[in-house]
């Protein structure tokens, strides 16, 4: 079964809305979880490293102030748009490591954002 | 300089036939950690198979195998007797040195389309 849950799988909302995407590790804790952005037929691009109790870590041109990241306990973390806009409707799929078993990285389903 | 490597974008091969996926890797940290995960059109990344850089055999789970030559740094999966649910994309990924947290990132390729037909 899913080792990291990820919600919602899917949102359409208008531009300007800010929206929250979860991702929980089900089972295991992780002090450490990863957000990646993934565009139609294009890889998963790393945007932030998502630190328990402490700063997210952003990839070189991801903008901390559009993509807030919180990782307020050892099981889950946060992502939310800010004000989106249609440029940021995209496939949002986030990581966790469990560091009980080190490898490998468990994803959640991935959430797919539609901005109108 | 790419840290991973893919340069199928597309891959076709017969139901019951073996395919090869490659994957090459640039990287100066002795440590470092290979994956290859299956994406399929719903979208959620499936883990496949790893492979650490200080492993002395080839990773092997079921019908999946990775040809590791890390002298010339690749790392290419094999799939064996494909079905038609192999049909996805495949990305390989690599993280750098074996710590915690940003160490932890992974580095995907652009990923293989695989089609598997009749």
């Known amino acids: 079964g899913a080792v990291v849950s990820q919600h919602p799988s899917r949102v359409i909302c208008k531009s300007g809305t800010s929206v929250k995407i979860e991702c929980r590790s089900l089972?295991?804790?992780?002090?450490?979880m990863f957000w990646y952005r993934q565009f139609p037929k294009q890889s998963l691009m790393l945007m932030a490293t998502s630190n328990e109790g402490s700063k997210a870590t952003y990839e070189q041109g991801v903008e901390k102030d559009k993509f807030l990241i919180n990782h307020a306990s050892l099981t889950l973390s946060t992502l939310t748009v800010t004000s989106a806009h249609p440029e940021d409707s995209s496939f949002y799929i986030c990581s966790a490591r469990d560091q009980r078993a080190p490898q490998p990285q468990h994803f959640g389903d991935g959430t797919r954002l539609s901005i109108l | 300089a790419q840290k991973i490597t893919q340069t199928q974008p597309g891959m076709f091969v017969q139901e019951k036939e073996a395919v090869t996926l490659d994957c090459t890797y640039d990287t100066s940290d002795p440590s470092y950690g290979l994956f290859w995960y299956k994406q399929p059109s719903s979208g959620e990344m499936i883990f496949l198979i790893y492979q650490g850089s200080y492993d002395q055999q080839n990773a092997t789970e079921g019908r999946y195998s990775l040809n590791f030559q890390k002298a010339r740094k690749s790392a290419n999966l094999v799939i064996s007797a494909s079905q038609l649910g192999d049909s996805a994309m495949y990305f390989c990924a690599m993280r750098e040195g074996y710590g915690t947290g940003t160490a932890s990132k992974l580095t995907f390729g652009t990923g293989t389309r695989l089609q598997v037909t009749l």
């Open positions: 089972d295991f804790q992780a002090t450490t």
